[in-house]
């Protein structure tokens, strides 16, 4: 795998964990709470690790099937 499928994936990673986060939150909040507030701090941080995190596993599955 290149750098540049590498960033592609983790960029695609981290848009949809950041959405999916941000939307949980969000109906978290509204229907235990009462408030329509979105957790930013944890929708980002969790958009980062698994977009470090998940890419890098990826990769590492296709470099232990080419052996």
Do not use: Q
């Not at 998940?54 to 296709?62: A, G, I, L, Y």
């Amino acid at each position: 795998m290149n750098i540049k499928k590498i960033l592609i994936d983790f960029f695609i990673t981290f848009i949809v964990t950041l959405v999916v986060s941000a939307i949980v939150s969000l109906l978290w909040n509204l229907i235990f709470h009462g408030v329509s507030i979105v957790d930013w701090g944890t929708s980002f941080r969790f958009a980062i690790i698994f977009g470090i995190v998940f890419p890098w596993m990826r990769t590492r599955d296709h470099k232990e099937k080419e052996k």
